[in-house]
């Protein structure tokens, strides 16, 4: 039986479904957050609950753990390089420090070859004014957004004047493009051209927000080898360790760009628990712990809907099918555009 002790910083569902796939193999988990409410705190083995700067309880945590991984990308890069000295973090601090800015992130997949999106870094916003050429477009802050938080949509230079748009953080202006549709590629790599990917997952999104996302992606087969040799690239070039998450857009004549990458497992991949052997939790815990590397099978193809907000009432009071996989985020309060759960229907 394995002795490993996983830490895991952040305490939201991704954590709570990282520590119920450690259970699953014997691994041992700690939790660490900044939420006293956390839903992880149910499924793991030990709680600690401090602000990521403090000190003491860094040390607290890390002193329970062997290895430390992270359910989330907005860790400040220092304090997951503090850690670091302390006890191995994968993936790596210094993947995280690219990939947490949206910036940088653009700039290292362009400099694999890799399509993205046309973009530019905005300081202020008198700069607008002559970016033509990326509009319309989608301004981003730089750091520290998701599900569409810190983004605007920018027909013309006259909507930024309207917008109050705080110009003191950094901004990134992406042009806007023309969606026919949306897909993800989860990879798991364990060592050198050692990995295992899942087939791609379509996504419809709503407001930014997932919504659905399913498996086989209705895509050609020239599109599906692109997005998986993308994504071996990224996750070889990055000497990643765990799963990580490629999100692709595919436009109008069937161009593929990379959106953005996440570094650690994600909401398009809930699927992979019931409709593959190993899910892509499961796979995280066993790259980052070192254990053995299993090869995937699919068992079934899937489709995987968010629950957001008050639909969490309904879904609660409802019975499910043997082929429904209903998964209750337990968050303690209901808030709208809050992902609450999910639902997975396998199907042949
Ligand atoms: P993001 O937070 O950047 O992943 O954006 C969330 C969602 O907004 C994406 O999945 C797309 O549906 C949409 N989106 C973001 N950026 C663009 C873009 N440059 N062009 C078209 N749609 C976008």
Known sequence: MSKITLGIIGGGQ????????????NIKTVIFSDDKESPAQRFSDKFIYGKYDDQQKINEFVNEVEIITYEFENIPYKTLNKINK????LPKPSVNRIIQHRLAEKDFINKLNIRTTKYISIE???QIDALQDFLPGLLKTTTLGYDGKGQYLINSTTDVKSLNIDFSRGYILEKLVKLKKEISIIITRFNSKKYEIYEPIENIHENQILK????????????????????????????????????????????????EIAPRVHNSGHLTINAY???????????????????????????????????????R????????????????????????????????
């Open 14 to 25: 991704l954590g709570s479904m990282l520590a119920l796939a450690a259970k699953k193999i």
């Open 86 to 89: 302390l006890k191995p973090v």
């Open 124 to 126: 202020k916003k008198s």
């Open 212 to 259: 659905e996302s399913k498996i086989p992606a209705s895509i050609d087969d020239k599109l599906l080898q692109l997005s998986k040799s993308w994504a071996i690239q990224i996750s070889e070039e990055l000497k990643y360790i765990g799963t990580l998450c490629v999100e692709f857009f595919i436009d109008r004549n069937d161009n593929l760009y990379v959106n």
């Open 277 to 315: 052997n190993i899910s892509q939790f499961e796979n995280h815990i066993r790259a980052v712990c070192g254990l053995e590397q299993i090869t995937l099978k699919k068992l079934s193809n899937a489709k995987m809907i968010n629950i957001i907000g008050n639909q969490i009432t309904n879904y």
């Open 317 to 348: 009071n409802k019975n499910f099918t043997k082929n429904e996989f209903f998964f209750d985020y337990h968050k303690k309060e209901i808030k709208d555009k809050r992902k609450m759960g999910h639902l997975t229907i396998i199907c042949k």
